[in-house]
Each structure stands twice: as C-alpha cells, then as structure tokens.
C-alpha cells in the first residue's frame, strides 16, 4: 500500500508539470502537532499529516469543465499507521442558461456552505462532516443554480455510500440545499441564510431511511465573521433522532492574526457530546497558515488536547 501511494503522488506531480500548460494543478496539505493534556489520554501524541490533496481542473470550453482530485490521509483505526489515497472528485461541470450541471464523483451540498463560514477546514472539519452526518463526496448527478439576485440552489442525487465505498444497493440518496447570501463569507462581506435536506432510503431487512433537515445562518463584516447550524438527523432503523448544533466566531486582528472559537453539543436523546475549539491563526505567507489551538470534548469522559495545525499550498 506505500508503495502505490508513492505511485500515485507521482504520477500526480508529474501529471501536473505535463498538463500545466493546458490546466491547473494544485495540492493542498494540513499537517498538526498534538499533545493530549488529559491524565488518561490515548498515548499518540505527536507529528502527523493529517491530509493531502491533488487536484488538476481544466476548463475546455465557457461551458465544460474538468476536474480530478485525490485524497490521501489515514484511516481512523489507529492500529493501521499507512497513509491511503483516495479519488474524490472526477467530474465534469456543463454550464447551461438553466444551471450548471455536474456529473461523475463530487463534493456533496449538506454542509459545503458551513464549512466555508467556519473557514478553518485544516484545523477542524465541519460539524456535520466530523460527526459522519453525511459524507464531504459521493458519485452521482448534481444541479445548481442561481436566482433573485443572491438565492442560490443546489440538488444532488447520488450513491449514498460517499466516494470511499462502492454502491451496495439499489437505493439512492437525494440532497437539496437552498439558500440566500454570500456563499463565500470567508472570502466576501454579507450574510447567508438557508436550509439543507437529505432523504436516503436503505434494506437491512426491511427498507428504512435516513433523514437529514439542517439550518444554516452566517454574517461577515470588516473584522468578525460569525455562523450557526442546527442539523437534525433521523434514522427509522433505530427511531431515534440525533440533534447537533455548532457556533463559531472569527475575529480578524490584523490580516496575519485571527481568534477564533468554536462550540458543538451533539444530543442524541440519551447521551450528549460536547466539543469546543478556540485560538489563533497565523498567517506569515499567502499559502502557509499556522494556528496553535485548544480542545475539549466531553462525551461521559474529559479529554483535553492542545493542537498547532498547519495548512500550506501551492
């Protein structure tokens, strides 16, 4: 398995020097420092790369686009140390006078909106990402569009399985994700509002399904960015309905120095889940950020960790 991840990262990079003539080769890497300050924490702390991704787009025509993206990162069992390279996006974008239409393996709806409010991805991942409430990538057909001025809509209909596992049924899943607003407040001033919702029917037996209904909502001014999500999550199988609610704030200092907190309550009618981020951002170069950050999550135990993350690119 190294060896095929060396294989294919150079294929990449050499991929990227033949094709720069014609397209756009980037990579993105987030690489952290983790100390577990808790009595009785795992015993792990140290230096990882946390993720790695390729990526090449070209656009052949106004109208067509490509685009072909790799991920590399480890599993969660942290028996098995080897890094794994996953395809997760290979699509084709077509741009009409009624939407864009994408299709193959691309970024799913539900939570692309937050994610981009919270801004800081190679510190944590979106709420509803790190609590597997629908996967960041899946294979299937995708519609957006734009409409009065600033609503926006994206529909999605696709495997259900994400993009690291292979279809194993005949069901679908359908997403849809409808808003107003900035969609980039990490990058523009305004606001958004809007609401996300998934339907995935699945066999064990007999056929349940899984329901997602999420509201998002986000400002951002001259130095404070700020956003909230509430996502609620039912699964017929178990009949039971998981609640998770995230806030996060930015304020920008100067543009080198950023604070930052966040807060996630995960209440699954039994038991809950309490999660909180703060600390800066250092940017020193235009593709090199530095945030040296505090966690705490309780969940029945305290675990406390301090983190330094990285995020470079080029």
Request: aromatic residues 14%.
């Given at each position: ?5 060396i294989v ?5 990079l ?9 397209g756009g ?8 420092y ?5 009595e009785?924490?795992p015993?792990?702390?140290?230096f ?17 686009g ?10 969660k069992?942290?028996?098995?140390t ?8 290979a ?6 006078d009624?939407g ?13 909106i ?5 801004g800081y ?17 899946d294979?299937g057909i995708g ?6 001025e ?16 292979p279809?194993?049924?005949?069901y ?6 409808i808003g107003?607003?900035?969609q ?9 509002a809007?609401v996300?919702?998934?339907?995935e ?10 329901q997602l209904?999420g509201?998002l909502a986000?400002f951002?001014v ?11 999550m039912?699964?017929?199988a ?14 920008k200092?100067?543009e080198?120095?950023?604070?930052f907190?966040?807060?996630?309550r ?28 505090v966690r705490?999550l309780e ?16």
């Amino acid at each position: 398995m190294k060896f095929r991840i060396i294989v294919t990262v150079s294929f990449l990079l050499t991929s990227g020097l033949a094709f720069s003539e014609e397209g756009g080769m980037s990579s993105l890497i987030f690489f952290d420092y983790s100390y577990q300050t808790s009595e009785n924490a795992p015993d792990h702390n140290g230096f990882e790369v946390k993720r790695a991704y390729f990526t090449f787009s070209k656009s052949v025509t106004h109208a067509i686009g490509f685009k072909i993206q790799f991920d590399v990162g480890r599993q969660k069992d942290r028996m098995n140390t080897n890094l794994y390279a996953y395809l997760k996006n290979a699509l084709v974008k077509w741009k009409t006078d009624a939407g864009t239409f994408i299709f193959g393996l691309q970024g799913m709806n539900v939570f692309k909106i937050q994610e981009k409010t919270w801004g800081y991805r190679f510190i944590e991942k979106s709420a509803m990402d790190r609590e597997k409430f629908a996967s960041s990538a899946d294979l299937g057909i995708g519609f957006s569009r734009k409409f009065a001025e600033k609503g926006f809509i994206n529909a999605m209909i696709t495997n259900g399985g994400g993009y690291k596992k292979p279809e194993t049924d005949k069901y679908k899943k359908y997403s849809v994700l409808i808003g107003y607003g900035e969609q980039r407040l990490d990058k523009k001033r305004g606001f958004n509002a809007g609401v996300v919702f998934s339907y995935e029917p699945y066999k064990n037996g007999t056929v349940y399904r899984k329901q997602l209904i999420g509201f998002l909502a986000g400002f951002s001014v001259k130095k404070i960015r700020m956003g909230a999500e509430l996502n609620i999550m039912d699964d017929s199988a178990v009949d039971k309905q998981n609640k998770l609610l995230s806030v996060y704030a930015v304020y920008k200092i100067t543009e080198r120095y950023q604070i930052f907190g966040r807060a996630d309550r995960l209440d699954d009618g039994a038991e809950n889940e309490n999660y909180i981020i703060a600390g800066m951002v250092l940017v020193p170069a235009k593709s090199l950020m530095i945030a040296p950050n505090v966690r705490i999550l309780e969940d029945g135990s305290s675990r406390n960790s301090f983190n330094v993350n990285f995020q470079y690119n080029f």
